[in-house]
């Protein structure tokens, strides 16, 4: 049983148009996602393509429109409040910037002790320990007890933000671009702690991202969005290594080398990303697309496997051979 | 500028209040004054030695005295010296302005937390009760409930702490409306912390700035308010004095024995002005 | 030898703060040859910003700037007044946020055709005509559309695209971008990217890029300069520095870098964190990170030393 599976959820917003009328923006599009014990998955894609949206569905921060989010065999949309509550000590989240995810006001004492004060019985001297066994699983010491988050620099804050996460060893950590807002030293230090930690304690990872490279420095499989929809999904180094999508191949081109003997590729975009609000017909991807032909533009494309790996295209059959040279 | 500004700001921001009004030059002054008029008030007895004819023993043989070096003020209707009755007056005002400012914020500041924490009908609701008791003038109030209950120091502070709390519960809905988005909010619901934690930890603590401005602005108006509805004959009754009192007393003798209205009506500008003043340096320094 | 575009010789900018001398820019020394591409990269707080507002003249009257020497073509910046008639002609400046740098409540049409007759006093019928051409020249589609559209209307990408056409309004030679595609989507940043590439090889216009993002020097850049604790640690062409980094600083971020391959390694994180410049160091400011360390490197300063053509360093082992 895969520990978390999530099943054709959907999430439409209301946008209010004019003083009367509204449309809705489908921010998630029938997305279906497994994530094993133990695996990494990452999610990638630009801004607007649903990813956030997602993993605020599948934890439940908003409710999804429709759809089933199956965590350890329970669909969490059917949980009671007090369920749910009981259900997210293993669930946690790490964001962007660790400045407006920890409270301002709070110590890091009081930070890590939280979930442990919300869902266990430590309290006292056991709970400090607690709190500083967390802290020097992530690098940091019980120096930093007393500090507020403002104190700390931009990567211990992000440290204190994990061991937060982790402080009740959840089953599922949502990693939501947990590097982003980090300078590139201290992103690869942290990048070497969630290794560790995954290593350690058997962790699984959901990680969101824009940054290619940084997803699949980490991922085990990789899930690229466009406009609400996968539009490919399959094992991080094959998906790297030759991208089925014309989209997961315009992303990876479009990704800048830090090495200027590999030149930037030919596949290049036009355009931007459409509104949500006025999807293109069929395929979402064909307005941008270099192979879009009639049949793209009239009939949405489903997920299909080739070569043990998913992806949303109707001519992926006939660009195989092409990819392959 | 910007650019720089937030780059900058983020680095080396003083950590609190206090510490950036200490370079206010401003903030230190009026922050000296309200200083002098609070000890003045709470040692009332010891910087008078006629502490009996300041809350109200008269003293008929000094009747309109004007300011001498015996009395600094002058004397009143009742011969009781003006000086002694200003530092005892001071007593009254000043507690009607914290008691009317911190039952405010007592009231106020739960209701707006749990209205912008929970949002839906209980916001409504609580939004709309605070619309209707800010439709009541504070003076009208307060006039209906001496006339229904009596006057007197405390239903003059009620009145005005009731027609006064509003004001807090919208500053502390619109700050809780934009903390619970932040991530910090969402992270310890997804924890499972439950709401009352969630507002008590993480809301209010950072709601509370823009209160204590608020608060600090208000004492002087309180003070006034209060003054005002003493003037009115609705506050504390004689022989005990109070700033507004003393004026409206004094105004029937105003300009033959000037000093009766001047002296109380200075410590009441002294006092709103040195509130109101230590007020925007706060806000200054909040922003 | 030709006179280089813009020379920069020992420029500080420091800040007084509450909790005393913020150093930002320490004694930097840049040399930018016309219709070339110079990448300006570093971490945060490394200085960068704060060079090109330096340059710009638009450091807030809490710092100080002082140079030996500021020249735009042979013009010095360290007169004001000679700061003031360069500025917005002959260089530009372009941010990373287009929508704050825009004005929401002025068409494009009205800002573009506001700046071309206030440098270049065009009659309306040219300072159309101009606009049009600018437009189309940071690759805009239907520019008469654009030139009524608000900001608002606009996406990310094209407002970047605006912002450019505005810095170009005024005949720059020089334009100075901040990290103009760091709000943006990496397929919208690879197009502006292109752009900006393009502008260079059809107009010889000369481009200081600063950004954090070592990808991005490498795509774009034909020279670039490390930055650390506002001090140039490397100067080079792109190639050199990336094929042969000699500061330990470059090497610690381009092996910082994950990418593909990294999977399964251990990155090799610089430990520590970027000093915050209040405390002045005499040696080298990356000694307390630095793998390589020597006594020497905490007493005694170091000057960029040159140890190959176009490829200078700061570091006591060359």
Redesign the interface.
């Known amino acids: 049983m895969p520990l978390l599976e999530v099943r054709s959820l959907v999430k439409q917003f209301p946008v209010s148009t004019g003083l009367f009328s509204r449309r809705w923006a489908q921010a998630v599009d029938h997305v279906d996602l497994t994530v094993n014990a133990g695996e990494t998955i990452g999610v990638v894609g630009e801004s607007g393509c649903g990813k956030t949206t997602l993993v605020r569905c599948l934890?439940r921060?908003i409710e999804p429109t429709s759809g089933q989010v199956i965590f350890e065999g329970d669909d969490l949309l059917g949980l009671d409040q007090p369920s749910?509550?009981?259900k997210?000590?293993d669930?946690?989240?790490v964001?962007q910037?660790p400045y407006?995810?920890?409270?301002?006001?709070?110590a890091v004492r009081?930070l890590i002790g939280?979930?442990l004060l919300?869902?266990t019985s430590l309290r006292g001297r056991a709970l400090i320990d607690r709190v500083v066994e967390n802290l020097e699983a992530v690098g940091l010491s019980a120096d930093h007890l007393n500090k507020r988050a403002?104190e700390l620099s931009g990567g211990q804050a992000q440290r204190v933000a994990i061991a937060?996460a982790l402080a009740l060893r959840p089953k599922l950590i949502v990693l939501d671009e947990p590097t982003s807002a980090l300078d590139v030293s201290v992103q690869a230090q942290v990048l070497n702690l969630l290794v560790k930690l995954r290593a350690e304690f058997g962790l699984t990872y959901l990680f969101i991202s824009h940054n290619l490279d940084v997803v699949q420095h980490l991922a085990d499989r990789i899930a690229v969005m466009y406009l609400g929809r996968i539009v490919e999904f399959g094992e991080a180094e094959k998906l790297f290594r030759r991208a089925h999508h014309p989209y997961t191949m315009a992303l990876l081109a479009s990704t800048p080398e830090p090495d200027p003997d590999i030149k930037e590729s030919s596949v290049a975009l036009e355009g931007s990303v459409p509104s949500l609000l006025a999807p293109p017909s069929g395929c979402h991807f064909h307005p941008r697309c270099p192979w879009a032909q009639d049949r793209c533009r009239a009939e949405s494309p489903a997920l299909r496997v080739e070569e043990g790996r998913l992806a949303r295209c109707h001519f992926l059959v006939e660009r195989l051979p092409a990819l392959k040279n | 500028?910007?650019?720089?500004?937030r780059?900058?700001g983020s680095?080396?921001?003083?950590d609190s209040i206090p510490?950036r009004l200490r370079?206010d030059p401003l903030a230190i002054f009026s922050f000296l004054v309200v200083l002098t008029l609070i000890l003045a008030a709470a040692f009332a007895p010891l910087l008078t030695s006629r502490a009996a004819e300041g809350l109200g023993e008269p003293n008929p043989v000094e009747k309109f005295a004007p300011p001498s070096a015996e009395h600094i003020f002058g004397a009143d209707h009742l011969g009781r010296d003006l000086y002694a009755r200003v530092l005892f007056g001071g007593r009254t005002s000043l507690a009607m302005g914290f008691l009317v400012v911190f039952v405010a914020v007592l009231i106020g500041t739960p209701l707006g937390a749990v209205a912008g924490y929970a949002g839906g009908w209980v916001d409504e609701i609580i939004m709309r009760v605070t619309d209707i008791a800010l439709a009541f003038p504070p003076l009208l109030l307060a006039i209906t409930i001496a006339a229904a209950l009596g006057p007197s120091f405390t239903n003059a502070a009620i009145a005005i702490a009731l027609t006064w709390w509003p004001w807090y519960t919208r500053i502390v809905r619109a700050q809780v409306v934009t903390l619970r988005e932040?991530?910090?909010?969402?992270?310890?619901?997804?924890?499972?912390?439950?709401g009352f934690?969630i507002i008590v930890?993480?809301l209010l603590?950072?709601a509370l700035s823009p209160v204590i401005v608020q608060a600090t602005l208000d004492l002087g108006s309180a003070i006034l308010t209060g003054a005002a509805l003493s003037f009115l004959g609705l506050g504390v009754q004689p022989p005990t004095p109070d700033w507004g009192q003393l004026v409206s007393t004094g105004r029937v003798y105003f300009p033959d024995r000037w000093w009766y209205v001047t002296f109380p009506g200075l410590a009441i500008f002294a006092a709103t002005l040195a509130f109101n003043l230590l007020g925007d340096s706060v806000q200054d320094a909040n922003t | 030898m030709t006179l280089p575009l813009l020379e920069i010789r020992g420029l500080r900018v420091s800040?007084s703060?509450?909790?005393g001398v913020?150093r930002a820019v320490n004694d930097l020394d840049l040399t930018l040859e016309r219709g070339e591409i110079f990448g300006l990269v570093g971490e945060?707080?490394c200085g960068k910003?704060?060079t090109a507002?330096a340059l710009m003249g638009?450091?807030?009257p809490t710092g100080r700037v002082a140079a030996s020497r500021l020249s735009l073509d042979g013009v010095d910046l360290l007169s004001p007044r000679n700061l003031s008639k360069v500025r917005g002609r002959r260089m530009a400046m372009i941010?990373?946020d287009p929508a704050?740098s825009l004005n929401p409540t002025f068409t494009i049409g009205q800002q573009l055709s506001h700046v071309i007759r206030h440098h270049l006093r065009l009659d309306s019928a040219s300072t159309r005509r101009r606009a049009i051409e600018l437009l189309n020249d940071v690759g805009l589609a239907e520019p008469k559309a654009i030139l009524r559209a608000y900001p608002h209307q606009l996406s990310g990408g094209m407002q970047q695209r605006a912002m450019i056409a505005l810095a170009l309004a005024s005949g720059a030679d020089l334009l100075i971008a901040?990290e103009p595609t760091t709000a943006l989507d990496v397929t919208i940043q690879a197009q502006i990217l292109r752009l900006l590439k393009s502008l260079r090889d059809r107009h010889g216009l000369t481009i200081l890029l600063i950004t954090h993002d070592l990808g991005v020097v490498a795509q774009t850049c034909d020279r670039v300069a490390v930055l650390y604790a506002g001090c140039v640690a490397e100067t080079a062409l792109t190639a050199q520095l990336f094929r042969a980094p000699k500061h330990p600083y470059t090497h610690g971020l381009l092996g910082a870098l994950p990418r593909p391959g990294s999977r399964g390694k251990l990155l090799s994180a610089i430990e520590g964190s970027v000093p915050?410049g209040i405390s002045a160091t005499a040696g080298c400011p990356f000694a307390a990170r630095c793998p390589s360390v020597m006594n020497r490197c905490k007493t005694e300063p170091l000057p960029l030393k040159s140890v190959a053509d176009a490829h200078a360093v700061a570091c006591h082992l060359y």
């Open positions: 934890l921060i749910l509550r009981a997210r000590r669930m946690a989240i964001y910037n407006l995810s920890l409270s301002p006001r709070l009081d939280e979930p919300t869902h403002r937060r | 500028m910007t650019i720089l500004a780059w900058f680095r080396f921001a003083p510490a370079h932040r991530p910090f909010v969402e992270s310890a619901r997804i924890m499972g912390v439950n934690t930890r993480h603590p950072n | 800040f703060t509450p909790a913020f945060t707080g910003t704060v507002l638009l450091i807030p941010f990373q704050a901040d915050s």
